[in-house]
């Protein structure tokens, strides 16, 4: 029982609505501090956010086309969607990825790294997935990651010069 309980919680951290949470919270905040703080956390709102949910998009899309049955498809709790790719590995990888290389000078890798990791095993554990569909997931959530940090100076630019952002 601790034993799932632990993997329930560190499930968590994939799950798409603990982003969208952590981005509400951040909108509130971003509306009090100053515009050098706001230079800071653009890039949540500008890559963190859309890549964890293109990522989650793309997942969707490919649950719908490969429609492959869970592990634990028949028992209580199993989710009733499809396996194939697993949506919390694509979300923690992308914020992994996003988060890794927006503050690589800080070195948080080294926490969110093993996180991602530990969540991707906590599907698998908790037999909602198979190996093969966390490391789709991991795969598609860096790739979509990798994008939007590529476009982010661009895009934080064009919102600046448009007064989109201040």
Not at 29 to 41: G, R, T
Not at 106 to 120: D, E, G, M, N, W
Request: proline letters at 4%; aromatic letters at 16%.
């Amino acid at each position: 029982m601790v034993y799932e309980t632990f993997w329930l919680a560190i499930s968590y951290f994939g799950d798409v609505q603990f982003y969208l949470g952590l981005t509400a919270a951040s909108l509130i905040f971003y509306q009090i501090i100053s515009k050098e703080d706001k230079l800071k956390i653009d890039w949540i709102f500008i890559s963190l956010l859309p890549s964890i949910i293109v990522s989650y998009l793309i997942v969707s899309l490919a649950k719908d086309f490969f429609q492959i049955p869970r592990p634990c498809s028949g028992q209580i709790d199993c989710p009733s969607d499809y396996s194939f790719p697993s949506g919390h590995a694509t979300a923690i990888a992308a914020f992994a990825t996003i988060v890794s290389l927006e503050t690589r000078k800080r070195r948080l890798y080294i926490f969110v790294v093993p996180i991602s990791i530990l969540v991707a095993l906590s599907r698998v554990f908790l037999n909602y997935h198979t190996f093969s569909d966390v490391a789709a997931g991991a795969v598609i959530g860096t790739l979509v990651a990798l994008v939007f940090y590529r476009y982010y100076k661009p895009i934080h630019n064009f919102l600046e010069e448009k007064k989109i952002i201040s």
